[in-house]
């Protein structure tokens, strides 16, 4: 005889999971969530769509990459959840889009309830921050194809934004400003990378690092920023002077700004504004990482970037230092010349 559980399958285990995870998700809520969790698919009250003039549903998708693998080395699944919540919502925002909804997949090698519990927890926590209500999720148990404690996340999100509310390239204009947020770190992307010098240059995550003052496992685990609700306030302030925002994702501060400049424009990026992040001079002197592949696989200390009218640029960096986000100036719009990019970081990173 043979039982599903004998394939690998543990039906009980996912309900205890389920349980456990309860109480997390209660506190990842919005007034117009119906029902709770155990239904077919997750309900959202949308009427209040209706004030707006004509409604744009903005979605996402994403996971959080090899940074899983972190996390399963070090045995902490508490922090990799907020990561997903933020590569996902903030990627909304940038279109002006306020995020609404929620959904996560994660697929494990074994179900280990506390672990899915703990990874929830922080899906859970990341949608707090963002205002937004995970009202659906799936955990997959795939014996024979991952290891028992191997393991990956993915989520999708639905926002939405007023149609003569949008922002992006068709808003930009030379003489506009960038307006820097700082990155908490790695946040989810360039692991692949990370993990490659930390086998090669023999890193013990578990050792304290000096120039960090910490444990290389505890730096590369800081949660990704979520700036859902930064920007929300920075539109909120000033609408007709928030022209874009720049997710600086995979790619880095260069490439992901271009996808926001119009062709016939260039943003510059001051390098000497701000200090290299002192995780990422480790990683690169001990990986021998070229600068220029360093810049398009980190995001070298900017997390989110906003393009507003100069007039604005004051009232937006001290905006954002009352919600405790230290914010800064960091380059440029203009006219583009020749064969010149839309987007370049210029000078050297300012000594420390």
């Known amino acids: 005889m043979s039982t599903y559980k004998d394939a690998g399958v543990d039906i009980d285990a996912g309900d205890r999971a389920v349980e456990l995870m309860k109480a997390s998700i209660a506190k990842a809520s919005r007034p117009e969530v119906i029902g709770g969790i155990g239904g077919f698919a997750g309900l959202f009250d949308a009427s209040k769509l209706k004030d707006m003039k ?16 972190i996390a399963r080395a070090l045995g902490r699944y508490d922090t990799i959840g907020e990561d997903l919540v933020a590569m996902v919502v903030d990627d909304l925002v940038v279109c002006g889009a306020e995020p609404l909804f ?4 994660i697929a494990v090698g074994k179900v280990i309830p506390e672990h899915i519990a703990d990874i929830v927890a922080g899906i859970a926590r990341g949608c707090a921050k963002a205002n937004t209500a995970l009202i659906g999720g799936e955990t997959a148990e795939h014996p ?11 989520g999708a999100a639905t926002g939405v934004v007023d149609a003569d509310r949008q922002l992006g390239s068709h808003r930009v204009k030379a003489g506009d400003l960038i307006i820097a947020m700082p990155a908490s770190g790695f946040h989810a992307n360039g692991y692949s990378l990370v993990r490659h010098i930390i086998k090669s240059a ?6 304290n690092v000096n120039e960090f003052g910490k444990s290389a496992g505890e730096i590369l685990l800081t949660p990704t920023e979520i700036y859902a609700l930064d920007c929300l306030a920075l539109i909120k302030a000033m609408p007709e002077h928030l022209h874009a925002f720049s997710h ?8 992901n700004t271009a996808r926001v400049i119009p062709d016939h424009l260039t943003a510059t990026y001051d390098r000497s504004t701000w200090s290299l992040p002192v995780e990422m001079e480790f990683m690169a002197r001990m990986g021998g990482v070229p600068q220029a592949d360093m810049e398009r696989t980190w995001n070298c200390g900017i997390g989110m970037s906003a393009i507003v009218d100069p007039s ?9 230092a009352a919600r405790g986000m230290k914010a800064w100036v960091a380059g440029v719009v203009s006219e583009r010349m020749g064969s010149n990019s839309r987007s370049s970081l210029e000078s050297a990173y300012k000594a420390r």
Do not use: C, N
């Open 54 to 69: 004509q409604p744009l549903l903005a979605t996402s998708t994403d996971g959080v990459g090899t940074k899983t693998e």
């Open 102 to 105: 929620m959904t996560d997949y």
């Open 144 to 154: 024979g194809l991952l290891d028992d404690d191997e393991f990956d996340l993915a």
């Open 202 to 207: 023999g890193i013990d995550l578990h050792a």
């Open 248 to 255: 600086i994702t995979g790619g880095g501060v260069a490439e």
């Open 312 to 320: 604005v640029a004051d009232l937006a960096v001290r905006s954002l």
